[in-house]
């Protein structure tokens, strides 16, 4: 399960490695600064949990719907729904004790995500649209709705710039570790996962889905309802995008502003892809981007590289993954041939 992975990043920090050296970089320097300060101390290695809760959302996401071969693409809007949702509720009741105002923020922001989820699933099971396309252009809807209300029935008190005010305190995700940004929602981010693993494999919902997946039309005729599932699966799927806007504005931002962490979503698809849509590969593969992240922070203030290249080394590991998922099918393909041969040539002996 992790060979073809780990196959794939290494072949991604070479490919990464050799467009340090034609930019006059030692990559060996580079990556000994990058991974170096990303485990450098307790800070860093908390911050690449913190940075890493959302990423397992939105890698579970994505992930998912891919378990029965849907492809949902808008995770950065329902993760921008789920901000505002949590936002709003942190803002509307900031008077509520931390007991009943956080429970009540994380179902917003799940309900907010999960809805415009559902409506793709819905799209697509009412009116067989594109679940590719229309979960891509609802990102772009979602984004303005979202621009609207920082500009509008959201925007901070003072008036100055497109984001809300700070909420209340006892809307924040209590830390774990005192002085560093590691809050309690990577264990919910962890929960979410466990919870994907039990939904997909334990039980009879999650093997609808599964069948789904594997073979539409055998699915169909043992009596699975599959427009259903198509709204179920990208309900569920949203809601996890959305549970990390819940992250990130009540454990991070601690506010809701305009256009941040707008890589997101992109990133959870490759998460997810590297993870093989599956959630310990999606919670490993999200730890492994938690760690590029902080370590790529120092590399780029101290060797003059420019910033994109974390971004690029990112990229690097997604192609050589996909062109695994190729290699795999031929070696696949190739061995089932020679299973044929062989079993033929013992027929004829």
């Known amino acids: 399960m992790l060979l073809w992975p ?4 290494a072949c991604g920090l070479a490919a990464s490695g050799l467009m340090m050296m034609l930019l006059g970089k030692n990559p060996l320097a580079v990556y000994g600064t990058l991974f170096g300060y990303a485990f450098r101390d307790l800070y860093n290695v908390a911050d690449i949990f913190a940075k890493a809760a959302p990423l397992i959302l939105t890698g579970l996401a994505f992930g998912f719907a891919f378990r ?3 492809f949902n693409i808008g995770g950065q809007g329902q993760f921008y729904l789920g901000c505002v949702g949590a936002a709003s509720c942190a803002l509307a009741f900031g008077n509520l004790p931390a007991f009943l105002l956080l429970p009540l923020c994380l179902g917003a922001s799940i309900l907010a995500g999960g809805a415009w989820g559902a409506f793709v699933g819905f799209a697509k099971a009412r009116f067989q649209a594109n679940e590719f396309l229309v979960s891509m252009m609802s990102t772009y809807v979602a984004i303005a709705v979202m621009n609207f209300l920082l500009r509008g029935p959201l925007k901070e008190s003072k008036g100055e710039y497109p984001q809300t005010d700070v909420i209340a305190e006892s809307g924040w995700i209590p830390t774990m570790i005192p002085h560093t940004r590691l809050h309690w929602g990577f264990v919910i981010a962890l929960a979410a996962a466990v919870l994907a693993y039990i939904v997909l494999w334990r039980t009879s919902l999650g093997f609808r889905i599964r069948a789904v997946g594997m073979n539409r039309d055998a699915a169909r005729y043992a009596g699975v309802d599959e427009k259903r599932i198509f709204i179920v699966v990208f309900f569920l ?3 996890f995008a959305g549970l990390a806007g819940f992250m990130e504005v009540n454990g991070i931002q601690h506010m809701l502003v ?3 962490n707008p890589m997101l979503g992109a990133e959870g698809i490759g998460i997810a892809i590297l993870g093989n849509a599956h959630p310990l590969g999606i919670v490993l593969s999200a730890l492994l981007f938690g760690a590029l992240k902080v370590g ?7 060797s003059a590289i420019p910033a994109s290249i974390i971004g690029i080394m990112e990229g690097f590991v997604m192609v050589f993954v996909l062109l695994s998922y190729a290699l795999q099918d031929k070696l696949a393909v190739r061995r089932k041939k020679r299973d044929i041969q062989s079993r033929k040539e013992g027929d004829s002996q």
């Open 68 to 70: 029965s071969t849907l």
């Open 6 to 9: 780990l196959f794939s990043v």
């Open 258 to 260: 305009q256009g941040f």
């Open 237 to 239: 799927s949203g809601g």
């Open 296 to 302: 790529g922070t120092l590399v780029v203030q101290t």
